[in-house]
């Protein structure tokens, strides 16, 4: 049995930290201040799954005068990636920062509110879980020195025999959604059924079943609920962290 989780929203909490850090780098370089809820609306709405860019999207709100709705209907169609998003800048004459400039001021506010992050899997689950898989895995869109902090702070190094970070995604289009990120797991991890991916996400849904499509395999998504993925629909969904052990228990693999 091969067990891969994604980090942000289902090993760790992050709404106080890169909910936050996103906050913080709109209010800096568009100079005005949007609700959180907002920016984190925008977000998730768009399932823009890297952080950088939901600042992108943000600052470009921020700085459209529009209303939030009114937004998101102009924005729909530029949403896809970061490249769309500086277009819609340039067509409605927003100034958008240079994105190393945003990347680096993003991840020194984050340094401050991530020791507010709490851990959402428990280690007794995870135990139970470390002991019943072959592998256990991670694919996050974290960069390494991110992971490196909380997985110590945590520790949590000891439960995972394969991680794969932002570091290791070579260009921004190969990010989640794409199935990059799963085939390189596979490259380092010999594929062998059952495998579960849990997620929080659509772009960890849409990165599994464009796997699976291409590869003619069958990892099954465990999406992880919360508030902000109702929208998506999933055949596997647990609220809580130990309900997992009821999803492998119906399928005699634990």
């Known amino acids: 049995m091969i067990i891969i989780f994604d980090v942000d929203g289902v090993l760790i909490d992050v709404t106080k930290s890169y909910h936050y850090s996103i906050k913080d780098t709109v209010d800096?370089?568009?100079e005005v201040s949007k609700p959180k809820e907002e920016l984190i609306d925008i977000k998730f709405s768009f399932n823009i799954n890297n952080d950088w860019d939901a600042s992108i999207a943000g600052i470009l709100y921020a700085k459209s005068g529009l209303s939030l709705e009114e937004f998101k209907k102009k924005f729909k169609e530029f949403s896809r990636n970061m490249n769309d998003m500086y277009t819609f800048g340039q067509i409605y004459g927003i100034k958008l920062p240079d994105y190393k400039e945003l990347v680096e001021?993003?991840?020194?506010v984050y340094r401050i509110h991530r020791k507010k992050e709490s851990l959402i899997f428990p280690h007794d689950v995870l135990e139970r879980i470390s002991k019943k898989a072959d592998i256990l895995g991670v694919i996050t869109g974290r960069p390494e020195?991110?992971?490196?902090y909380s997985f110590k702070h945590?520790?949590?190094?000891k439960y995972f025999d394969y991680i794969i970070t932002e570091d290791n995604i070579p260009e921004p289009e190969l990010r989640k959604p794409s199935s990059y990120p799963l085939k390189l797991f596979f490259e380092k991890v010999s594929y062998d059924d059952p495998v579960f991916y849990i997620g929080d996400t659509m772009a960890d849904l849409l990165m599994v079943e464009s796997f699976n499509r291409e590869e003619c395999k069958d990892i099954r998504f465990i999406l992880m609920e919360h508030p902000h993925n109702k929208h998506i629909k999933s055949e596997l969904s647990i609220k809580k962290?130990?309900?997992i052990c009821d999803i492998l228990n119906s399928y005699d693999y634990i």
């Open 28 to 30: 800096y370089f568009s």
């Open 154 to 157: 945590f520790d949590l190094y």
């Open 145 to 148: 020195s991110d992971l490196d």
């Open 241 to 243: 962290p130990d309900e």
């Open 105 to 108: 001021f993003f991840e020194n």
